[in-house]
């Protein structure tokens, strides 16, 4: 929406990681600088850690850009909670072989076969492993019996290792990762961007959508967007995102720090309710799951017990008209009520409380075609917006 508004040619602040968009901040020019040595080297390990969003997974996709296909081939593996085997395989995959259905000796042996046949055509082999704080001490042993690959005396297997600041910890203090850490010959923590480096990152990544100027931003608005993201990118990207959002909703030119501070409210308050959700979510105990599935109202007991007076009475459709409260407190309501119901089943029946489960199932359907007709209302106000700014720009036109 906001890039059509201000004339961008991209999106220059989305998450995902993007080398087109790579910035080279003070800690990652080190980072850099450690990566050139460790692969001229052209053995070991090279260890980059880091915050979620520090702009790991960014460079390496950068410095990957720069690789002579032809001097080295590169295997990529993003781990989850891998065990030896699966990451055997995995390793194997990301080299392009084909080792399904086979058991981890074979994979192995394909896999030093495949490297030798490298080394004979020339080329070094590289693998990089993103996400190594998940991986267990099983999955990291045999990365490091992987590098003991060898034609001859020449090593045919160095690895990248990308990890978050725990990766860090547990690769320093675990007792039985010593032989990895002696192989370990280059390493670098990122640590979070300089607050002077907050608006060439901005500038550098809006000039690279075509921005020219517009919109401006008031100088002041950049050490205050390093202290709401503690220079972390990715923060930086999301806090830039909503400034241009609201810019282009509010149909503004200039981002000043009063946007900046509505902003980071929205941002808090977002975070809030999402934590508040997480804590009232009805079926977080054993008791309640069995009300998991939806089921039809119940018809009301004559003498309503406690539990049945905190439902909140049927409302109107949304297609029926405006909603006469606030769509978060008819979704509040039903949350507590959902949680008041939950408490009861968990206590255990009482007289006339039959069917407690049925009306948690049914309250959950509520809620859910609540929260779906509030995502409706906001795609179409989003597509209103975009309408109107299209017979703006006919109109300027």
Known sequence: M?????????????????????????????????????????????????????GKSTMVAHLMKKVDPEQMTVGQVVTSNLDGSELVHLVAQSFGLDVAGKDKATALGAIETFLHEEARDGRRCLLVVDEAQNLSFEALEELRMMSNFQLGSHPLLQQLLLGQPEFKQTLAGHDRLEQLRQRVIAA?????????????????????????GT??????IFPKIHEASGGIPRRVNQIATRLLLMGAVEQRTHIDCAMLDQVVEEMARDNRSEAQSERSRPFANPA????????????????????????????????????DRPAGEDMDDLRAAIATLSRAIEEGPRKGDGGLADRVGALEARLEEQEESTRYLLRLLIEWLDADGRQKENRAA
Do not use: C
């Open 215 to 220: 919109p401006s931003f008031d100088p002041k």
């Open 188 to 212: 670098h923590h990122l640590t979070p961007m300089e607050v002077q480096e907050i608006a060439p990152y901005i500038e550098h990544r809006l000039s690279l959508v075509n921005w020219r």
């Open 288 to 323: 309640a799951d069995m009300a998991s599935a939806p089921a039809p109202a119940p018809t009301p007991a004559p003498a309503p017990s406690p539990a049945q007076e905190a439902t909140p009475q049927p409302r109107r459709e949304v297609a029926a008209g405006a909603p």
């Open 2 to 54: 906001f890039d059509q508004y201000y004339g961008f040619t991209g999106r220059p602040f989305q998450l995902t990681p993007d080398p087109t968009f790579y910035f080279e901040s003070i800690t990652h020019r080190k980072a850099l600088s450690y990566l050139g040595y460790g692969m001229s080297q052209g053995e070991g390990f090279i260890v980059i850690t880091g915050e979620i969003g520090s």
